[in-house]
């Protein structure tokens, strides 16, 4: 990479009390590859093994494509196809709504959108394989919608020792978003302390370790979109019980 190549929009090492967060994205499309390098994918694992989270400026695919998801999410969110999210997994799984109350429902990779994204994620599951020996072998993603008022307390994305989810990634798909407007996914330090508070904008993509970042979604005075994504690493129960 030439040495005056722009860096992508890298906000991880924003002040949490900032709340200048440029909406413009850089153009990631053109960044994403640059002389084979994939420069999105680098920051995301460096991000990842130095602070244990980033945010980017888009994951570097066609804008066309970060739209049309943003339509079919309204599209499901109108036509009541989202359903109630719960907490937990397998038997133990539960609603509770005065943890979180977003609706969801799973990607299938099927539209062109959906199967441009999941491309990418591939890429970038590959690229973290790479150079963190996650050993990922999947990923799984929902679009979510928080209505008005909608929040999901502090939480991490898996317990510590069980995870198969290692990687979140939360991509929003929301226009014209005002600060007041609230929504914010708040992330929290090893220490507790706010690390950063990140504005759901279109495009904006947050990423973090699964185990590691407690984190929170604020609650908004208007409806909110995002898709997230779990990049996972599960064994067979066979070797679960070789360990
Ligand atoms: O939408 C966000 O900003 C984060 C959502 C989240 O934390 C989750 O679904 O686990
Ligand atoms: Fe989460």
């Known amino acids: 990479m030439p040495d005056s190549y722009p860096e992508p929009a890298l906000l991880s090492e924003l002040p949490a009390s900032d709340s200048s967060l440029s909406a413009t994205s850089l153009p990631l499309q053109s960044l994403a590859q640059v002389a084979g390098t994939d420069v999105v994918a680098e920051h995301v694992a460096n991000s990842l093994a130095s602070a244990g989270w980033c945010v980017l400026e888009g994951l570097g695919f066609d804008p066309v494509h970060l739209t049309a998801l943003q339509q079919e999410v309204v ?3 109108e036509a009541g196809a989202l359903a109630p999210a719960a907490i937990g997994r397998g038997p133990g799984q539960k609603l509770a709504a005065e943890i979180r109350n977003d609706r969801t429902a799973w990607l299938d990779g099927q539209s062109a959108a959906q199967a441009a994204l999941f491309k990418r994620f591939s890429e970038i599951q590959q ?3 790479r150079s963190l020996y996650l050993g990922l072998t999947h990923f799984e993603a929902h679009f979510a ?3 008005p008022g909608g929040f999901y307390r502090a939480h991490r994305d898996s317990f510590q020792g069980k995870a198969s989810r290692l990687v979140s990634l ?4 929301n226009e014209r978003w005002q600060p007041e407007t609230g929504g914010e996914l708040r992330i929290y ?3 507790g302390a706010v690390a950063a508070e990140v504005v759901p904008v279109l495009g904006r993509t947050a990423v973090f370790l699964s185990e ?3 984190h929170e979604v604020c609650p908004s005075t208007r409806l909110r979109y995002s ?3 779990w990049f996972r690493a599960d064994v067979s129960d066979n070797l679960l019980l070789l360990r």
């Open 227 to 229: 898709i997230a994504c």
């Open 212 to 214: 590691d970042v407690l």
């Open 127 to 129: 690229f973290l394989n």
């Open 75 to 77: 599209a499901l969110h």
């Open 145 to 147: 919608a928080f209505e």
């Open 170 to 173: 939360v991509l929003y798909l």
């Open 189 to 191: 330090d090893a220490e």
